[in-house]
Each structure stands twice: as structure tokens, then as C-alpha cells.
């Protein structure tokens, strides 16, 4: 089956690494791939743009079905190989529903105000940039932490919902770890649990398998979540 999938991806996209995380719980390693530059470009180029008219990563196919958004790819992955590898929805409609709840509640709120505060620092020029305005990304994205810091402290198994890892979590982490990166000071006792979290999940198997390459090799190069 891996051999009928194939992913464009770039090295550091927290997309991207989403669906690395969850094509290794879902045993496919062998899947075949290509490392895009974003700096070079080649996410625009029509190798890609075949495929994903809006040159837009990850570019995911499998077989004759062409995915360009990451959280379709997890649930796609889970619906259609639910008995490969690691089941990553639960099997109780309770606790499916609440982990269906938290990864779209990431995408349309933690996630959203991630790229307020990224878009804002990578492409306004630094002497064009409103003190005032960026504060005011940082702060909503601050206190938005603070609800994920209220849920793993609810949590009783260290995972974002119930007594497993889910595709809640393989959202979660694709994103933590980035703004980790970025300077996000989990460790400075405001969120606890959240420094937990990223400290256990860092050596995960699917996380440890599929770390960005350029993360082990360079070490960051900003901090720009460093007052979040």
C-alpha cells in the first residue's frame, strides 16, 4: 500500500510533519517521497502544481486521490486503513467525538493564531512592523495556549484525549514542536503540563522517526515566539 502514496513535503512545515507522524503510526514507512525547498521555490513548480493547482505543501497522493490539506490526509488515513498500524481515533464515540473536537478546534484556533503572529513577523519589514499590533497577535496567541494547558491538565494519561495517542496529538505536536524551536518558552512554569507534553512526545517513535532533518543539523536561527 505505501507504494501507491506518494508526499511532497518540506523540512520544519508543521503540515507536513503532521502527515509524516501519521503515515509512520499507520506502518507506512516506505512510502515514497520528495524534500521541497520553500526558500528555492520548488513547492511552486508544476511537478507540483499538476497535482495541487495552489503550490501549497504537503501534496499527498495515494493511489488516484490527490490530498492537499493535512488534516484531510490524517483522517483519511485513519477511515481508510483503520486496522494498519496504530488506530489513531478511539473505538468509544465519546472519546472520538472529543478528539475530532480538539483537531478541528487546532486548526481554526491554535493554528490560525500561530500564522497571525508568523505572517506578521516574516513578511512586514522589520521598520514597517507595529509594536502594538504584534503584541496583540502574541497576546491572543498566549492566552490560547493557556485553553491547550487546561486540557492536558484535565488529562489523566498525558495525552490530549483519553488514554491514548490520537490524531489530536499528531496535530498538536506537528505544531508545538516548530514553535519549540521558535523559542516558545513551554519550561518557564507558566505551562506546565505543555513542557511535559512536548518532553515526553519528542522521542515518540512516529515524532523521533519523522523529525525535520535541518532541526538536527541546524540549530534555530530565531526566537521570535520567545515572548509568547
Not at 152 to 170: I, N, R, W, Y
Amino acid at each position: 500500500m505505501a507504494e501507491n502514496m506518494f508526499l511532497y513535503w518540506a523540512s520544519g512545515s508543521g503540515p507536513c510533519w503532521r502527515v509524516m507522524i501519521a503515515l509512520e503510526e499507520k506502518g507506512f514507512s516506505g512510502y515514497r517521497n520528495k524534500l521541497l525547498s520553500f526558500s528555492k521555490g520548488e513547492h511552486k513548480s508544476s511537478e507540483v502544481t499538476q497535482l495541487n493547482p495552489r503550490g501549497t505543501l504537503p501534496t499527498f497522493k495515494d493511489g488516484d486521490v490527490t490530498f492537499t490539506e493535512s488534516m484531510a490526509v490524517l483522517l483519511h488515513l485513519e477511515f481508510k486503513y483503520p486496522e494498519n498500524g496504530n488506530r489513531l481515533l478511539p473505538t468509544d464515540s465519546s472519546t472520538r467525538g472529543q478528539a475530532l473536537q480538539r483537531m478541528f478546534e487546532f486548526s481554526l484556533n491554535l493554528e490560525k493564531k500561530v500564522l497571525d503572529v508568523f505572517m506578521y513577523y516574516y513578511y512586514t519589514k522589520e521598520e514597517d512592523r507595529n509594536q502594538a499590533e504584534m503584541l496583540k497577535r502574541k497576546t491572543a496567541l498566549r492566552e490560547e495556549w493557556q485553553i491547550w494547558e487546561g486540557y492536558l491538565e484535565k488529562s489523566t494519561s498525558g495525552f490530549l484525549v483519553g488514554p491514548s495517542f490520537t490524531l489530536a496529538d499528531v496535530a498538536l505536536f506537528s505544531l508545538l514542536g516548530p514553535q519549540v524551536r521558535f523559542g516558545l518558552p513551554v519550561g518557564n512554569g507558566r505551562t506546565p503540563k505543555l513542557a511535559e507534553y512536548y518532553d515526553r512526545l519528542k522521542t515518540w517513535p512516529s515524532i523521533a522517526a519523522s523529525w525535520p532533518p535541518h532541526y538536527k543539523a541546524d540549530p534555530p536561527s530565531v526566537d521570535w515566539m520567545a515572548d509568547v
